[in-house]
T-cell receptor, first 113, second 112 residues
């Protein structure tokens, strides 16, 4: 199965700043998915990132707040912009492997102060 | 958005007892998966059951799937303190290559 390297693993950021999270996959994948997990909650899909096209965002998430890049089939970034304490969450990327298996990055634990 | 509900939201049992968690979903699926997460860390894939399967075993885990009721259950037998974690079900759409949709999860505490 695919292996994902996600960076950073954690960060503490000042409100009003931005953080870019990177996911590198060891194989080419068509789609990458970004999730948010708020404290004590389940995973919520932020967007689906297709190489060569704009990301598709779920209801409640907008490109200005969570811009996504997908420059090639092995790499994607998610930026959390103009952060507030409400953005404190774990952010995870994921890919669909062949056979409907899924692989997840190890997550980025973001704390906004 | 979440696919459905999981119950119970929290479960506390003694070591050695069995733990049963349930999951319901709303749409047609290709498969349903269960994941474990320890204290907000990364997700650990436990087991995948396809829509044409009714029951699957892996070690101390037993998963059932009832597509007519759109529900699944995860049974952990002879629980251990190390099983303390949050457990999530997640469904994969029938069309494939789409994101997993997660349930709300069950927080399991196994008391030694």
């Amino acid at each position: 199965s695919a292996v994902i390297s996600q960076k950073p693993s954690r960060d503490i950021c000042q409100r009003g700043t931005s953080l870019t999270i990177q996911c590198q996959v060891d194989s080419q994948v068509t789609m990458m998915f970004w999730y948010r997990q708020q404290p004590g909650q389940s995973l919520t899909l932020i967007a689906t990132a297709n190489q060569g096209s704009e990301a598709t965002y779920e209801s409640g998430f907008v490109i200005d707040k969570f811009p996504i890049s997908r420059p090639n089939l092995t790499f994607s970034t998610l930026t959390v912009s103009n952060m507030s304490p409400e953005d404190s969450s774990i952010y995870l990327c994921s890919v669909a492997d062949r056979g409907y298996g899924y692989t997840f990055g190890s997550g980025t634990r973001l704390t906004v102060v | 958005s979440q696919q459905g509900e999981e119950d119970p939201q929290a479960l506390s049992i003694q070591e050695g007892e069995n733990a049963t968690m349930n999951c319901s979903y709303k749409t047609s699926i290709n498969n349903l998966q269960w994941y474990r997460q320890n204290s907000g860390r990364g997700l650990v894939h436990l087991i995948l059951i396809r829509s044409n399967e009714r029951e699957k075993h892996s070690g101390r885990l037993r998963v059932t799937l009832d597509t007519s009721k759109k529900s699944s259950s995860l049974l952990i037998t002879a629980s251990r303190a190390a099983d303390t974690a949050s457990y999530f079900c997640a469904t994969a759409d029938i069309s494939g290559n789409t994101p997993l949709v997660f349930g709300k999860g069950t927080r399991l505490s196994v008391i030694a």
